[in-house]
């Protein structure tokens, strides 16, 4: 077990040996396995009521907002 005191060196040494004798089985799932990364969910099309009427208003020029 490594702790703080121990030396860098020794931390690297570990490191290395655990890396090359560590066997690792590929492939790590069933070929007919669906590996899920993210899940989306669709939610809605354009802006709500609400949120176009903020839009509207902080794209307007000054002059178009005032009738000019």
Do not use: K
């Not at 089985?25 to 609400?50: K, M, Q």
């Amino acid at each position: 077990m490594l702790l703080f005191r121990d030396p860098l060196s020794e931390i690297r040494a570990a490191r290395e040996l655990f890396v090359h004798t560590e066997e690792v089985t590929l492939p790590l799932f069933d070929h007919d396995t669906v590996l899920l990364i993210a899940e989306w969910h669709y939610a809605g099309r354009g802006y709500n009521p609400g949120a176009a009427l903020v839009a509207v208003s902080l794209t307007q020029s000054p002059a178009h907002r005032n009738g000019l």
